[in-house]
């Protein structure tokens, strides 16, 4: 392929969070992007760009199709990839009964390359072109995933959980252990190719204070890295946590201790905080992660848009497989869209796909990255078939405006709408 190469459809993606300004949607009926050497280079109305390109510069026709930014998960487990779906827990039985003797086989790297694979393919299956990644204590775990992820071009964060105590022995690592593990990986994969590395104490529970005063010493150590955790997901861990942690005023306030507290720090959940935790959580530029189909899912509760939004503090959303019961991203903004319903809050579809694309970028702070059509951006896009079902195209064409018509696709999308994804301008190549 050309290192020029433009593409044609309905441009649709985000200049500006749309509860901030009222025109942050662009849509550009007929556009076109033109994607140079894996970046945007442009997006525009067609019928102007289409006279300016060089001439033989290949045009894929998506015509009826919209062309967005890739999705971003910001919140995501690989290894729980088997136990999506599994009936009937709560939280901390759900970690005991399924996900911790699944998690066990990842020092097996070839478990956990098959795993990683099939992972991928699900992502990008769905439309997810970056995100944040959850392995296990393993640092086989990690190895699988990024160079999974490495073959494909795609950006992603991950991180090999630490864990220490409060979890079976075949899942314990050691703080001091655990910090040279997470270290050796950062010097293999941080920054190689589109690859970030994410340190990964998985809560507050699962860490000695040890184990947490390490964890920010490499946030100390490593400037600008991300940190990824579970914060306040549900009441008997909240209550677990007080008492694991009794000098603490909170159950945020034990990360805060640590350093933990900061830009580049992505809470998973944060669902059961106070006022004072938002307030700690904006002022500190750290970033909340929505995951409605997991709480949902797990009887965690409904997180709180507006309390995040008020407070300054970022938001993204995310699937949470395997607490999540989807990996389709379209999927997530309809359950977001039924728990702000639950608590009499609002959500439009703009929201939906704006935490979807812009603000799971901004939330990871990626957003001079990826996120959006601006040049220079990262060209990785997908392709919406709004004919993808009978009832899609039935409903799709009855809806008035772009506003409604977004509505209907995350009302009534799934991997099914979802006809391509490029990464870096190249369609995605799935291991399947
Ligand atoms: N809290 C600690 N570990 C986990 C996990 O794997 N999934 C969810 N949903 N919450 C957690
Ligand atoms: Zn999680």
Redesign the pocket.
């Known amino acids: 392929m050309s290192a020029r190469t433009a593409y044609r459809g309905t441009l649709v993606d985000f200049t500006d969070d749309p509860r901030v300004s009222a025109g942050a949607l662009r849509v550009i009926d007929d556009g076109l992007l033109v994607v140079n050497d894996g970046k945007v280079e442009s997006a525009g109305p067609a019928a102007a760009a289409l006279a300016a390109l060089p001439p033989g510069t290949p045009v894929v026709d998506h015509g009826g199709s919209l062309i967005m930014p890739g999705f971003i998960d910001a919140h995501v487990?690989y290894p729980?990839t088997d136990v999506i779906a599994s009936h009937g827990k709560q939280?901390l039985d759900w970690?005991t009964d399924y996900?911790f003797p699944t998690e066990s086989s990842f020092g097996d790297a070839a478990h956990a390359a098959t795993v990683a694979e099939f992972f991928l393919d699900e992502l990008e299956r769905n439309g997810t072109t970056t995100a944040a990644i959850?392995a296990t204590i393993h640092p086989e775990s990690v190895d699988a995933i990024f160079a999974a992820a490495q073959k494909r071009n795609m950006r992603v964060i991950a991180g090999k959980v630490m864990m220490d105590v409060n979890a079976p022995d075949s899942l314990r690592d050691e703080a001091e252990q655990s910090y040279a593990d997470s270290k050796m990986l950062i010097e293999r994969w941080h920054g190689k190719d589109r690859l970030l590395y994410g340190i990964t104490p998985?809560?507050a529970?699962?860490s000695t204070e040890r184990q947490l005063e390490l964890a920010g010493k490499l946030m100390d150590e490593h400037a600008g890295m991300h940190m990824q955790t579970?914060l306040a997901?549900n009441h008997a861990?909240v209550k677990w946590i007080a008492e694991l942690f009794p000098w603490s005023k909170s159950y945020l306030g034990v990360y805060e201790k640590f350093g933990l507290v900061r830009p580049g720090s992505l809470y998973?959940?944060s669902i059961h905080l106070s006022a004072d935790d938002w307030r700690t959580l904006g002022e500190n530029g750290a970033a909340v992660i929505h995951?409605p189909t997991?709480n949902l899912f797990?009887g965690s509760g409904l997180f709180d848009l507006d309390a995040a939004n008020a407070s300054g503090t970022l938001a993204g959303l995310a699937t949470?497989v395997g607490?999540g019961t989807s990996f389709s991203m379209l999927r997530t903004m309809h359950e977001a869209y039924k728990v702000a319903q639950l608590a009499r809050r609002p959500f439009t579809s703009l929201d939906g796909f704006y935490l979807a694309t812009l603000g799971g970028a901004r939330s990871l702070g990626l957003a001079d990255k990826l996120g959006n059509f601006e040049a220079g951006k990262e060209a990785d896009f997908i392709v919406l078939d709004p004919k993808a079902t009978p009832l899609i195209e039935r409903r799709y064409g009855i809806a008035q405006d772009m506003t409604q018509k977004l509505f209907v696709l995350m009302m009534l999308g799934d991997d099914r709408l979802v006809a391509r994804t490029y990464i870096l301008g190249e369609p995605a190549r799935l291991s399947a």
């Open positions: 487990h729980q939280l970690l996900t959850y998985r809560f529970a699962t579970h997901e861990e998973g959940h995951c997991s797990l949470d607490g």
